[in-house]
């Protein structure tokens, strides 16, 4: 064969071969896209009391998007709340639970998370807070229903018709939601609890470094280490930041409404009241 | 062939690289279960039966009502009615210049949750009243406003400015302590367990001590304190809790310890050819048994 047609039987070959090594590169660089996505971590933010069923339903409706979203790999929750209504926040707790077992969600405590704030907060895998976040308030706050009465004005089918229950027995009643918010919370941080059942009842607000050390809090950090703590969990890297409330277009706003023995059914609530006092 | 292995192992190099750029691994839930919750039941104690046995005479119980005192007389029923079933009459002071012209034909003094101060005449009108053989009952809560240790100097008493609370045993609150160590005396005859709802701690002799689980708010600590003192004459009983003695409070030995207040504010005690008056489910008297 002469040297020539070697040579361009060779050139004619390495074209192929480049030509196929590029083609099998845009194949993989767009088979990758459509059959494996970019990963991204979704941040959602709770920076408002759980009062109302709008916020509740706001902060639901987040947290099922990021559950279904293929490219939200895991879930930061910024949260900055002293809590709210007690079934509302049982809800909140119950979906990130339900999250949380598709994909990895991270709480980070900005300001504060009390009491309810912070029971949605042990629902998530970790715990970042900064050293003077305020974490804990465990407990429950309610107003008694009137005592039981009759009234020559109104007709009733039975005695606890318009109170619920006598005052006695509603503090017992108050003590089961306590008992099952310290479970929550138990039941989630699990062996990192470094405080005892009876001590965690006195509903004390820690600093984060002292939630920390009694294993309120899994770490030091701000937002952006709750970000790669999430990252870490769903074993991603080089990920996009989803901004949830965003993308939604959900902006929490709740008002201020003070325990009022007005209220004529009594509610419990998961929240640190002082909050709402020092706002008057 | 070459050529399609070629294609093969780039298209799986390049593909790879991508996913090892973006994914490290997968993430694997840790189950966690919501709390179980359904076993959660906490009830107060309920009203059982209870037999007064008491003895009898006559006198005067004088209430003081002359000083904002922070009760309704509808709290005191109970006591009141112990009281009535030992013979003995039950007045409101309302005018505290009268104090000492009402005391002069009292057996017994009660004074709960006075939301004024006692003048220092007054406190000694009292204190002249015990010196006499009369009987003083203070009695005051943490819910209260209270002027009670206007009075109580005189008398080796004060109320400490705390409440008592036990976050491991109680009746369905913290501050519903649970009390079960006694020294001996009238006053606790025939106790094993009373609760108080809210209830402060007392210097003095103490005579009804809370158990080394207990806290006292100012202190912070856990200890075994007194919510309820009698001086050591015996003439001066002070009560840290006012609840106890109000329906539908009045269970466990709370009704024991109430008879023994009515006994202690009448000077009576049970003897057994006396009255029994027998309590029923809803506190009160159905019939007496001579």
Redesign the interface.
Request: hydrophobic share 45%; net charge positive; glycine share 4%.
């Given at each position: 064969m002469e040297l020539g047609s070697i040579q361009r039987s060779a050139g004619r070959l390495a074209e192929?071969?480049v030509f196929?090594?590029i083609?099998?590169?845009i194949?993989?660089?767009v088979?990758?896209r459509v059959l494996?996505v970019?990963?991204s971590v979704g941040v959602i933010i709770i920076d408002s009391d759980i009062m109302t069923d709008k916020v509740k339903d706001d902060i639901v409706d987040m947290l099922r998007y990021a559950g279904e979203e293929k490219d939200i790999?895991?879930v930061v929750l910024s949260i900055n709340s002293p809590g709210g209504e007690v079934s509302r926040i049982e809800e909140i707790?119950?979906e990130i639970?339900k999250l949380?077992?598709?994909?990895?969600v991270v709480a980070s405590i900005d300001g504060i998370g009390l009491s309810g704030g912070y029971y949605i907060s042990a629902?998530a895998?970790l715990i970042y807070a900064k050293p003077s976040s305020q974490v804990g308030n465990i407990g429950v706050v309610s107003v008694l229903p009137e005592p039981v009465r009759i009234d020559r004005e109104r007709v009733t089918t039975g005695p606890y018709k318009t109170t619920g229950r006598?005052q006695?027995?509603y503090?017992?009643?108050?003590?089961?939601v306590k008992?099952?918010f310290l479970?929550?919370v138990?039941?989630?941080r699990g062996d990192r609890l470094k405080i005892d059942k009876?001590?965690l009842?006195?509903a004390e607000i820690y600093l984060g470094i002292e939630g920390m050390r009694i294993g309120l809090v899994d770490r030091i950090g701000t937002r952006s280490d709750a970000l790669e703590g999430a990252a870490d969990?769903?074993?991603?890297?080089?990920?996009g930041i989803v901004d949830v409330n965003k993308k939604m277009n959900i902006t929490l706003h709740s008002f201020p409404q003070l325990l009022s023995s007005n209220e004529s059914t009594p509610v419990n609530y998961y929240r640190y009241v002082e909050f709402y006092e020092g706002l008057d | 062939m070459r050529r399609s292995v070629f294609f093969a192992l780039v298209f799986v190099v390049v593909f790879s690289a991508q996913t090892l750029f973006f994914y490290r691994g997968v993430y694997i839930p840790q189950a966690r279960e919501p709390p179980q919750v359904l076993d959660i039941s906490i009830y107060p104690s309920q009203f059982s039966e209870y037999v007064d046995r008491h003895g009898s005479g006559e006198g005067k119980v004088l209430f003081d009502s002359s000083h904002r005192n922070d009760f309704s007389p509808g709290e005191l029923n109970v006591l009141v009615s112990r009281i009535l079933a030992r013979g003995f009459s039950v007045e409101y002071l309302r005018d505290s210049e009268k104090l000492g012209e009402n005391l002069t034909d009292a057996d017994a003094f009660v004074v709960i949750s006075p939301a004024r101060e006692y003048s220092k005449e007054e406190a000694e009108e009292v204190k002249k009243f015990v010196d006499g053989g009369g009987r003083l009952l203070l009695g005051s809560d943490p819910e209260r406003d209270s002027e009670i240790n206007t009075l109580t100097g005189g008398f080796g008493i004060l109320f400490w400015d705390d409440f008592l609370y036990n976050l491991k045993y109680n009746d369905g609150n913290f501050k519903y302590i649970y009390l079960t160590d006694f020294a001996d005396s009238k006053l606790t005859r025939n106790l094993s367990k009373i609760v108080f709802y809210s209830s402060g701690s007392i210097y003095g002799n103490g005579i009804v001590f809370t158990d080394n689980n207990t806290y006292s708010s100012t202190k912070g600590i856990p200890g075994r304190y007194s919510p309820v003192v009698l001086s050591h004459d015996s003439r001066v009983l002070g009560l840290g809790d006012i609840t106890f003695l109000t329906e539908p409070y009045n269970v466990l030995d709370n009704n024991i310890f109430i008879s023994n207040i009515a006994d202690f504010l009448t000077n009576t005690s049970f003897l057994k050819e006396d009255l029994i008056t027998k309590v029923n489910v809803t506190g009160n008297a159905t019939e007496s048994i001579v």
């Open positions: 192929s071969y196929l090594f083609l099998a590169m194949i993989a660089i088979l990758f494996v970019v990963p790999k895991g707790y119950l639970l949380r077992n598709k994909k990895p629902a895998n006598s006695k027995y503090v017992g009643e108050v003590e089961m008992e099952a479970r929550a138990i039941s989630q009876e001590n009842s006195k969990l769903a074993r991603i890297a080089n990920y | -």
